[in-house]
């Protein structure tokens, strides 16, 4: 049985930092497509990022140079380390993976495992 457990999530001002962590179990993460979602209230589920085995990465435009996914294979571990947070920034975030190549290209509909989530709250 997979499980994807998110924790690392909180509230922080403007300019702030948060490492998201994602516990991953039933599956071996550097074997997969493995990424960070988020969802705000009123709006739909968007990618922020991801990665493989190979340690290729993928970038949503509006996390670029703030935000660095990367992955613990010992721990099975996934993380997401924010920096410079802005209040847009706000929102559930979710790991998520995939057996879907190329990594890139992987549409959320393919992303079969999902965790539960963590929150962050960014206050102006």
């Known amino acids: 049985q997979v499980q994807l457990v998110e924790s690392g999530g909180g509230s922080v001002q403007a300019g702030g930092s948060l490492r998201l962590s994602c516990a991953a179990s039933?599956?071996?993460?550097?074997?997969?497509?493995v990424g960070w979602f988020r969802q705000a209230p009123g709006k739909e589920r968007e990618g922020v990022a991801t990665?493989?085995?190979?340690?290729?990465?993928t970038y949503a435009d509006s996390v670029k140079g703030r935000f660095t996914i990367s992955q613990d294979n010992a721990k099975n571990t996934l993380y997401l380390q924010m920096s410079s947070l802005k209040p847009e920034d706000t929102a559930m975030y979710y790991c998520?993976?995939?057996?879907?190549?190329?990594?890139?290209?992987?549409?959320?509909?393919?992303?079969?495992?999902w965790g539960q989530g963590t929150q962050v709250t960014v206050s102006s």
């Open positions: 039933g599956v071996t993460i550097n074997s997969r497509c």
């Open positions: 990665i493989v085995g190979d340690g290729t990465t």
């Open positions: 998520a993976a995939t057996n879907f190549f190329p990594c890139a290209r992987a549409p959320r509909s393919e992303f079969a495992y």
